[in-house]
C-alpha cells in the first residue's frame, strides 16, 4: 500500500481563491472591506517571514492588512491597550497577536484582551467554549485546516475512530472538538498515554501534534488509516550544506506512508492551511459582526 498524498498546498490556493471571491461579495453587499490587523512584536525571524507571507495574501484577496509592529521592550500594559484599541476600530475585523511573545510579556492576558468577535486566532476562552459547545464561533486556524484536509479524503467520518496524540489548547483539544462535531469517537493521547503505538494503531482518523520529529512510526499506524501531521519540526541537514536546516513532521513519513489510505506531508500539509484559514475566519469574523450569515466557502 502507498498512501495518498494529501496536497494541502494545493487545498488551500482553492480555499483562497473562494475566499476571495466571497469577499468581493461581501465587499459588493455591503460596501465595506474585510481588515485584519496583525500585532507583531519583537525581531523573531520566523514571526516576521509568517507576517508578511500574511499581509502578502491579505491584501491579494482584497482585505484590508493592517500592521502593528512593536518592539520587544513595549509594556505588557501598552500592548494590552493596542488590543483594546483595535476592538474598538470598525474597520478591523479580525485581531491576531503574533505568538510566541518575547520574553517579558505575558500572552495570556493579551489574548483574553481581544473581543472574542474579533478572534480571528480562535484563541481566547470565549472562541474555545463556542467551540466545545458546538456554537457558531471562530475556530483555532490550524485545526480548521486540518479537518478541511481530512474531510477532503473522507466527507463522512460519522462513526470512525480517531486519535488525536496531542493535547494542546492550540490544536489538540481544538481539533478533538471537531471531530467530535462529525461524531468520530475520539480519545486524546498524550507524553503519558500508556502503550502510545496500541492506542494509535486503533485509530482510522490519526492526528500527530506534539511538536517532536518522528515521534510517530510505522508502529503507531494502522492499516488504511488517515494520517494527518500538524508537526513541523527544524533540524539539522548538513547534506544540504553547512548549516542549512529542513522541516519534518511528528510522523515518519515514508514509513507511515506505507501502511496509510491518505497522509499529509511537512512540508506542504497542514501548514499552508493555516493562513488559508486565517483569511477564512477573517471574512467570516466580518459576517458575523454585522448580523450576516457566515456562508460556508
Do not use: W
Not at 485546516?145 to 488525536?164: C, F, R, T
Not at 496500541?198 to 492499516?223: F, Q, S, T, W
Amino acid at each position: 500500500m502507498s498512501a495518498t498524498i494529501i496536497d494541502g498546498k494545493a487545498f488551500a490556493a482553492g480555499l483562497r481563491e473562494r475566499v476571495t471571491g466571497a469577499v468581493a461579495a461581501f465587499s459588493a453587499t455591503t460596501g465595506q472591506v474585510p481588515g485584519l490587523a496583525v500585532v507583531l512584536v519583537g525581531e523573531d525571524p520566523a514571526s516576521q517571514v509568517y507576517v508578511r507571507s500574511k499581509a502578502k495574501q491579505t491584501v491579494e484577496i482584497g482585505m484590508r492588512s493592517i500592521e502593528h509592529k512593536l518592539p520587544a521592550s513595549v509594556s505588557q500594559q501598552d500592548l494590552e491597550a493596542l488590543v483594546r484599541r483595535l476592538n474598538a476600530d470598525d474597520a478591523v475585523d479580525g485581531i491576531l497577536v503574533q505568538l510566541p511573545l518575547p520574553a517579558g510579556l505575558d500572552a495570556t492576558p493579551v489574548i483574553a484582551a481581544i473581543d472574542p468577535l474579533k478572534d480571528v486566532d480562535g484563541l481566547t476562552d470565549a472562541s474555545a467554549g463556542r467551540l466545545a459547545s458546538g456554537r457558531v464561533g471562530l475556530v483555532p486556524c490550524t485545526p480548521l485546516g486540518s479537518m478541511m484536509l481530512i474531510n477532503s479524503v473522507a466527507p463522512d467520518i460519522s462513526g470512525a475512530e480517531a486519535v488525536v496524540v496531542g493535547r494542546s489548547n492550540l490544536v489538540g483539544k481544538p481539533i478533538a472538538q471537531l471531530l467530535l462535531q462529525q461524531n468520530a469517537t475520539v480519545t486524546i493521547a498524550h507524553s503519558r498515554t500508556r502503550d502510545l503505538a496500541a492506542v494509535c494503531r486503533r485509530a482510522d482518523i490519526l492526528v500527530a501534534a506534539v511538536g517532536r520529529p518522528h515521534m510517530l512510526g510505522a508502529d503507531h499506524v494502522k492499516d488504511g488509516a488517515i494520517v494527518i501531521d500538524v508537526g513541523i519540526n527544524r533540524i539539522p541537514a548538513p547534506e544540504l550544506g553547512e548549516g542549512k536546516t529542513r522541516l519534518i513532521g511528528d510522523v515518519a513519513f515514508e514509513a507511515a506512508r506505507a501502511k496509510a489510505h491518505a497522509i499529509t506531508p511537512v512540508p506542504g500539509g497542514v501548514g499552508p492551511m493555516t493562513i488559508a484559514c486565517l483569511l477564512r475566519n477573517t471574512l467570516t469574523a466580518a459576517r458575523l459582526r454585522r448580523g450576516l450569515e457566515d456562508t460556508v466557502v
